[in-house]
């Protein structure tokens, strides 16, 4: 260690010696920078001998721009060009001067937020690795052109001028125009050639001899994918109608893309039909969600809850990465992988009729790999909006007597999307929770929007879906951390409430944090009753569709009976209640009563907090809240998860908790507002959870407890999407895909963390960046090139824009979705929490009401259940006539 030292110190006196030399002797001088001249040379044209290994030369492929990083170009000019690379770094300022200075420039445009470490060494290597390409583009300009051959992809794209071009190519930036086009010509003529691939490897791995029973059972890698395309209107100059130049209109076309399933699955090829029979074989929780499904529901809304009171609350801070907005799950790491997406560009038709979907499905046909050879296409996911489900379907019932599997369209599922869902749902809080008449109430939306400028918020979500997505996220965070305040006993974000365990365990901390989420949850939470669901579950599996008495159809045998009837308290029983004579009792058992021996072993319990037959410390004791099945909660309670000991004497009617005593009165309708926004906006939140981590489960989970929501609030179309997901899921599909159906529904773009979406959202990213590039022109394109730009956007110019910029067409493509800064949405938080303090929203206060939300009740009912399940087993008929062939 002494000597290393002694040689630094020696080195560095050497150094300095050197430099003052040089200082005073302009010979010296001269002598060091002929000497530098000639070393840098030397690397030069050491470089120059590199030409078929260095990244500045690699070939021009959607791959290697794919593959590209500029600081992976930095460290390869730093190896093979130490005295280069130094003199170009000296010349830069250093990432502390960049980040200072973007500082001061953002601070004047209002910057999102400030630059980090890592984005400011990116935009020096960025720097850096552009003037040594400049260099050597100068050197040897048909070897050293992969920079150059990029920024000319990336002008033409967004329609730069031939004098521009001239102006960049002949200052080293980028290729001729002319050799431009001729990439772009060689480019789109290939862009379909990595899906093909997989087409190939996938038949391949097919055998050509049958097994017994004429099927084909083979495990393989291959890898698969699925299909969607959505509609886009290209805006565009007719000829001089009329005699009025200029005259523009629309275009309807379909954008297809394909992306490669990141979840492998068992791949069973068969020739004979391995799916179920829907209205035959299907139950009625194949689609309706059973106990359990709404109680898991329920935890998610208590995790979210939690996420929002780590992020805000000052003490909580450090307990945030052990309080996810969402729980892994087995495929978390799976779902993380950044997707392969092939763009496959436009088809001109108008995939809003049928005639225009069947022009896409042929289109799509030559991608279809064969299941058997000979013999069919393998089932393929086709995904889209709602229209596009219901179209699919459609061609397929109008082509069904045909003689081929082409004409008649074989091999297509169709899967709905969650992105066109959620705009659905975000359009029914609209036409709840906002009202231009309550802009003067506080904590209505109105007022909010106001207050906090929500400037581009509108009653139509389509018109600007990011800025109702902001602001519902923003009041529900508001509005949830409200109502921590008021179970923590405190009325500011940074008080530390007595009850807190601040020198206590991590653990304790963790278990606070969620007990506090479960009380927020708890009073607002509300859910259709279960009974309800019941009924319609029964009227699902009664083939009659005479009119029953409502109180009576919960019980397996679908009769009238006048008599008592009991319920089983398993909470995983799919038919909870019973007359006695069909249980084969006389009376009412005191004790607990299960139907089965399968529902007495099960851990599960129908009553309590826990879920369990004993508390933690083993009590079996239990009081019941005085609004019995009505109940907010779970109705029976252990004393023991309440806080109560068995000795304590209770009132002549005692209430589980606030919310159902509250809920006695109902005469509070500024509260109940507060609380139906609340759940709503959670409900939103934890969807998007889902989304974002791929949780394929949770939102098969998500889409029975919507089907509620479109039976309730009347969108009959989403109903039946929502029908035939379900059904393919549950056994309707064929058995080698229902994986596929539930994991494989979402893409990554990034390849990050909670970094999935909707297939719809991205083609609506690929849409918008097409839309954008034809726009550039004026309108002003040959359908040839419009066709080229169709090819060549999505994943192309993202990563284009990422290579250049560090963002492109799908920038937006970050989480979380909120566009404002995430310190300056904070303060937005606070201010709302600490303004409302005043105004009670989640106090009880008798005879009140906003203006606009007059008598608002917010409970939910689930609207004529027994038509609802009548309904589904029709849906369920008409799937099985169309898997055979009738109209």
């Known amino acids: 260690m002494k000597d290393a030292a002694i040689d630094y110190i020696e080195a560095s ?68 060009m130490p005295i280069t690379f130094g003199c170009m770094s000296a010349m830069m300022p250093s990432a502390e001067r960049i980040q200072e200075h973007m500082r001061k420039v953002k601070g004047k445009i209002g910057a999102k937020r400030n630059m980090t470490d890592e984005e400011a060494q990116a935009y020096l290597n960025r720097r850096l690795g552009q003037m040594v390409a400049i260099f050597l583009f100068t050197h040897r300009p048909r070897i050293f052109k992969f920079v150059q051959t990029c920024m000319g992809f990336e002008l033409w794209r967004q329609g730069v001028s031939t004098k521009v071009f001239r102006m960049l190519n002949h200052s080293g930036i980028c290729l001729s125009i002319a050799s431009a086009t001729a990439y772009v010509e060689s480019l789109t003529e290939n862009h379909d050639e990595k899906l093909k691939e997989w087409k190939k490897t996938f038949e391949d791995a097919i055998p050509n001899t049958s097994t017994k029973g004429g099927q084909k059972r083979v495990v393989t890698s291959a890898p698969t994918f699925g299909l969607h395309f959505n509609r886009v209107l290209e805006e565009t100059e007719s000829p001089h109608l009329g005699g009025t130049p200029g005259n523009k209109f629309f275009v309807q076309q379909a954008m297809c893309y394909a992306a490669k399933d990141r979840v492998k699955y068992r791949m069973v090829t068969s020739a004979v039909a391995t799916a179920a029979q829907a209205a035959e074989t299907l139950d009625a929780f194949t689609f309706l969600p059973a106990p359990d499904v709404l109680d898991r529901q329920r935890l998610r809304l208590v995790d979210v809850v939690a996420n929002i009171m780590s992020r805000h609350m000052t003490f909580l801070q450090d307990l945030l990465r052990d309080l996810p907005i969402a729980q892994g799950h087995v495929k978390s790491d799976c779902m993380s992988q950044k997707s392969e997406l092939v763009t496959l560009g436009i088809v001109p038709t108008n995939p809003c009729t049928t005639q225009g979907i069947e022009t896409v499905l042929e289109h799509l046909q030559q991608y279809l790999p064969a299941s058997v050879r000979g013999g069919g296409a393998n089932p393929t996911l086709v995904s889209g909006n709602e229209s596009t489900i219901k179209g699919v379907l459609q061609a397929q019932k109008m082509r069904a007597d045909r003689e081929t599997w082409q004409e008649r369209l074989e091999g297509y599922i169709p899967v709905p999307q969650e992105y066109d869902k959620e705009i659905l749902l975000l359009q029914d809080s609209n036409n709840v929770f906002f009202d231009g008449k309550s802009a003067s109430a506080k904590g209505t939306i109105a007022q909010l929007k106001n207050e906090f400028n929500y400037t581009f918020f509108r009653k139509e979500v389509l018109q600007n879906v990011q800025e109702a997505w902001d602001m519902y996220e923003f009041v529900t965070e508001g509005y949830s951390l409200l109502c921590a305040l008021k179970f923590c006993g405190t009325s500011s974000l940074h008080e530390v409430p007595a009850s807190f365990p ?27 009753k279960k009974s309800s669901i019941q009924l319609a579950a029964n009227a699902y599996s009664d083939n009659t569709d005479n009119e029953r008495e409502a109180a009576v159809l919960c019980c397996r045998c679908q009769a009238v009976k006048d008599e008592e009837m009991v319920v089983c308290c398993s909470a995983m029983c799919p038919t909870p209640w019973y007359h006695l004579s069909c249980a084969r009792l006389t009376a009412a058992p005191e004790d607990d009563w299960y139907c089965c021996n399968k529902c007495l072993k099960s851990p599960s319990y129908t009553y309590c907090l826990c879920k369990r037959k004993e508390d933690a410390r083993g009590g079996t004791r239990m009081v019941q809240c005085a609004k019995q099945e009505n109940c907010r909660g779970h109705e029976w309670y252990h004393c023991g998860c309440i806080g109560l000991q068995d000795t304590d004497v209770l009132p002549e009617k005692w209430y589980c908790g606030e919310e159902c005593a509250l809920d006695a009165e ?138 250049f910029s560090g963002a492109g067409p799908a920038s937006t493509l970050k989480t979380p979705c909120r566009k404002r800064a995430e310190i300056l949405y904070k303060k937005d938080v606070e201010s709302f929490v600490h303004g409302s303090q005043g105004s009670a929203l989640f106090s009880y206060l008798p005879c009140r009401e906003h203006r606009g939300f007059e008598n608002f009740d917010g409970r939910e009912v689930l609207r004529d259940p027994q038509n609802l399940g009548h309904t589904l087993k029709a849906l369920s008929r008409r799937l099985d006539t169309l898997r055979r062939g009738e109209r």
């Open 666 to 803: 109902n005469d509070d309708h500024v509260l109940n507002h507060s609380r139906a926004l609340t759940l709503e906006g959670l409900r939103h939140l934890a969807r998007q959870a889902a989304v974002r981590t791929g949780n394929g489960p949770v939102m098969v989970e998500d889409w029975k407890i919507d089907l509620l929501l479109f039976w309730s609030r009347k969108h009959p179309d989403y109903l039946a999407n929502a029908h035939y997901f379900l059904a393919s899921v549950g056994g309707f599909a064929p058995k080698n895909i229902i994986q596929s159906l539930i994991w494989n529904r979402v893409v990554n773009i990034n390849g990050r963390r909670r970094g999935n979406f909707g297939m719809d959202y991205v083609s609506k990213q690929i849409s918008r960046d097409y839309k954008g590039t034809v726009k550039s022109y004026y309108g002003k394109v040959t359908d040839k090139h419009a066709e080229q730009l169709a090819k060549v956007s999505g994943p192309c110019g993202h990563v284009l824009g990422e290579m």
């Open 502 to 528: 601040a020198k206590g365990r991590r653990y304790d901390k963790l278990l606070w944090v969620k007990t506090v989420a479960q009380r927020v949850v708890d009073f607002v939470y509300q859910e259709p």
């Open 13 to 80: 006196e050497y150094r300095l010696a050197f430099k003052k030399l040089c200082e005073g002797s302009q010979k010296a001088k001269k002598a060091l920078l002929a000497v530098a001249q000639e070393m840098i040379r030397k690397e030069v044209k050491a470089m120059r001998s590199k030409e078929h290994t260095s990244g500045y030369s690699q070939p021009f492929s959607m791959g290697n721009v794919r593959d590209f990083r500029w600081d992976e170009l930095v460290d390869e000019t730093e190896k093979d």
